[in-house]
């Protein structure tokens, strides 16, 4: 019997990224995970937001570019942290990271801490993530190359 697909997925950063590219491995990635109708089944943490919005500008991106990130911004629905439980699960997490010796970049603990209590699958192409899962989130590391899941 085949496993059931997840309600959703909480995209990452570089996933949105790959995704405005419109290169191949963001056409990968929207045709892998059934993304290419529409990301109404996806979210992203509000910090995803303004990590675009600084890259957007790190990276110069012309009138085109910010305009497909608009869009995309309109597709996904943006989950906020002003919650006590998104606090409190960003606290353990960072606390459990720094024990473990695997201290996370703090955009990455939010979006850490989304991922675990929407309890959708993170799409990441980085193993920041790796030490939380399956723990505490449920993740699917892709080959920054290739949009390909990475066993």
């Known amino acids: 019997m085949a496993s059931a697909a997840p309600a959703g997925y909480l995209l990452d950063t570089n996933i949105l990224v790959h995704l405005i590219r419109g290169k191949a491995v963001g056409k990968a990635i929207e045709a892998h995970f059934g993304l290419h109708g529409g990301l109404n089944r996806s979210i992203i943490c509000v910090v995803t937001v303004g990590e675009m919005y600084s890259l ?31 606090l409190d699960a960003y606290g353990e997490l960072d606390d459990l990271s720094n024990r473990l010796g695997r201290p996370m970049g703090k955009n990455d603990v939010w979006i850490a801490a989304v991922a675990k209590l929407s309890r ?32």
Not at 63 to 74: D, K, M, T
Not at 121 to 144: A, S
């Open 56 to 86: 957007a500008r790190k990276w110069n991106w012309g009138q085109s570019r910010l305009a497909r990130l608009q869009h995309l911004l309109g597709e996904v629905v943006w989950v906020d942290i002003n919650r006590p439980s998104v």
């Open 120 to 151: 959708m699958t993170l799409l990441t192409t980085d193993g920041d993530f790796d030490h939380l899962h399956p723990g505490h989130l449920i993740r699917i590391r892709l080959d920054e190359n290739t949009g390909n899941p990475v066993p």
